[in-house]
């Protein structure tokens, strides 16, 4: 894995916020709405390799994935914003990837970051929830202050998504997750996303227009209620089990 650099942007302090896709797409649908709404600039990317190939009119090549970096030069904060196309298999890769995140984060002299993972939870509830998770006692405080409930109990966070606010504490940097609940594994969750971002930019004190994810999020529920009902089975609800993604 390199990592390339098309800027080297000017930034004070930044905030690092990473998301990976996982289960329904709560952190990569997360990332990616704030990208666009910030009009936040690419200035790197990271390229690891896959498992295939790809090919064209009979023509096959080794293909990459792509890690890419943006940056937000806000009034009250600046921002990289680290979003992957996909997550690597092996825990090696996955380390070795989380690493260089961090490492660009660094030399950009971040010392906080935030990711995003999915909780399961097949109740009805009208506005998921969302908990949080850190990586130093003295964050808990912090969460408290701005209206964010411990995840309690105990449970595992797979992948990326999770393992980078551990490998975060190994470098003395802030690490903060934010768990919001979803119903649905593999169906985007824009009612979710407007609930996770809701809480982020009140800790980060930017402003950003919901309202196209809103009306994603009245799309997707009535094509829901359409489904169900047709009595169609299946559509992926989540069992009770405690595990997040």
């Known amino acids: ?6 800027e080297k942007p000017s930034l004070r302090k930044p905030t690092l916020i990473a998301a990976w896709p996982g289960m329904g797409m709560l952190a990569r649908m ?6 666009q709404q910030l009009g936040a600039k690419q200035f790197a990317e990271i390229r690891s390799p896959s498992n295939d190939i790809y090919f064209k009119d009979g023509i096959g090549k080794l293909s990459q994935y792509r890690h890419r ?4 030069n806000g009034e009250q904060v600046d921002l990289i914003i680290c979003g992957g196309e996909i997550q690597p298999q092996s825990l090696s890769a996955i380390q070795e990837l989380g690493n260089q995140v961090l490492d660009v984060a660094k030399e950009f002299g971040a010392n906080r970051v935030y990711t995003f993972a999915a909780v399961p939870n097949s109740q009805d509830n009208v506005k998921p929830r969302v908990f949080g998770l850190v990586n130093k006692p003295e964050l808990r405080d912090f969460l408290t202050e701005n209206s964010v409930q411990l995840v309690g109990g105990d449970g595992r966070i797979t992948g990326l998504n999770g393992l980078l606010i551990g490998l975060a504490k190994e470098r003395e940097m802030e690490g ?10 593999d169906i985007p969750q824009p009612r979710s996303v407007i609930s996770v971002l809701n ?6 004190g930017i402003k950003i227009d ?6 994603q999020a009245e799309e997707m529920e009535q094509k829901i209620d359409e ?3 047709q009595r169609t089975p299946e559509l992926g609800k989540p069992k009770e089990r405690r595990y997040i993604s």
Do not use: K
Not at 30 to 35: C, E, H, K, T, V
Not at 69 to 72: I, L, P, R, T, V
Not at 176 to 185: G, S, V
Not at 199 to 204: A, F, H, R, S
């Open 1 to 6: 894995m390199e990592v390339y650099f098309t």
């Open 30 to 35: 997360s990332a990616d709405y704030l990208i």
């Open 69 to 72: 970096f943006y940056y937000y």
């Open 176 to 185: 903060i997750c934010l768990l919001c609940e979803i119903r649905y594994l």
């Open 199 to 204: 809480v982020l930019i009140n800790i980060l």
């Open 210 to 215: 919901l309202s196209e994810l809103e009306r």
């Open 227 to 229: 489904i169900r009902e």
